[in-house]
């Protein structure tokens, strides 16, 4: 019997680097982590909810757990604001047969629903309004007399914040 020489597994240095490491690297794994203790084997679900149960109800609830998992599927818990509360009673059904559908498996059984508030996403802030000619020349009449330059930028800076506010605009 001609057996093969087994090679001995190299095994190398372990590389370990110092120092602060990117968010991004461990992000994945945490997300994984925390959807599986919600009973979210497939992040997909969380992830792309507005794609699974449309934009417009999306908007309006959240898939919070997935419990009591069956070979005919699970029992969805939805955070829904009350009038989301209302529509998805009557619409379970079809929110079952598009979950299931997307993931082309049956997921979902049941779904219960808990009324509460939704986060919103963050709006960003209107831009700054530009300043007309004028106030940029009161403005640099006003800081010229300030001989520290970094003490005459700062004021700069809030004088325009300032005389943007004034005229009834929002900068932030």
């Known amino acids: 019997m001609s057996e093969k020489p087994t090679e001995p ?13 990117a968010f991004a690297q461990d992000a994945g794994a945490l997300l994984k982590h925390h959807l599986a203790s919600h ?44 009038r989301a509360a209302l529509e998805l009673q009557h619409q379970t059904p079809q929110l079952i047969d598009k979950i299931n559908t997307y993931f082309g498996r049956p997921v979902v059984k049941k779904i219960k629903v808990i009324v509460g508030d939704i986060p919103q996403p963050v709006v960003p802030p209107p831009p700054v309004r530009p300043l007309t000619t004028a106030e940029e020349a009161t403005l640099a009449e006003a800081t010229d007399s300030i001989a520290d330059p970094e003490l005459r930028s700062a004021f700069t800076r809030l004088g325009r914040e300032a005389l943007a506010r004034s005229r009834g605009r929002s900068v932030r």
Request: charged share 25%.
């Open 9 to 21: 597994e190299t095994v190398g240095p372990s590389i370990r680097r110092r120092g602060p490491q």
């Open 39 to 82: 009973g979210f084997g497939d992040v997909d679900f969380v992830t792309r909810w507005t794609a699974i149960a449309g934009a417009s109800l999306a908007q309006r609830c959240l898939p919070q757990r997935l419990s009591g998992k069956g070979e005919d599927g699970a029992t969805l818990t939805l955070l829904a604001d009350d």
